[in-house]
Nanobody, 116 residues
Framework: QVQLVESGGGLVQPGESLRLSCVAS????????MRWYRQAPGKERELVAR????????YYADAVKGRFTISRDNVKNTVYLQMNSLKPEDTAVYYC?????????WGQGTQVTVSS
């Protein structure tokens, strides 16, 4: 079955960095689009970044453009989100996501808290 397992969240101060990882299994990772979403308290879940499979091309939400970088390792079946210059407004639960055979799959989420 499809599994997505995130890790790497934590508590950091403004301006610091974190790298999130999502290890995938149960589907053909190398040919799948992978996404990172986040959900802050009281807000809707929003798309943060997306990476395509074949081209490796990327998309970023305006709020994180220039600070976050999504990447993938098709040997390790892992997608990463490098987050630099973190701001308090980046505080949220971050989720890994993919769609496979018509179904949407989510990881359990990892908490990122940016606070001084």
């Amino acid at each position: 079955q499809v599994q997505l397992v995130e890790s790497g969240g934590g508590l950091v101060q403004p301006g610091e960095s974190l790298r999130l990882s999502c290890v995938a299994s149960g589907f053909t990772f190398s040919s799948s689009i992978m996404r990172w979403y986040r959900q802050a308290p009281g807000k809707e879940r929003e798309l943060v970044a997306r990476i395509f499979s074949a081209t490796g091309s990327t998309y970023y939400a305006d709020a994180v453009k220039g600070r976050f970088t999504i990447s993938r390792d098709n040997v390790k079946n892992t997608v990463y989100l490098q987050m630099n210059s973190l701001k308090p407004e980046d505080t949220a639960v971050y989720y890994c996501n993919t769609a496979y055979l018509g179904f949407n799959y989510w990881g359990q989420g990892t908490q990122v808290t940016v606070s001084s």
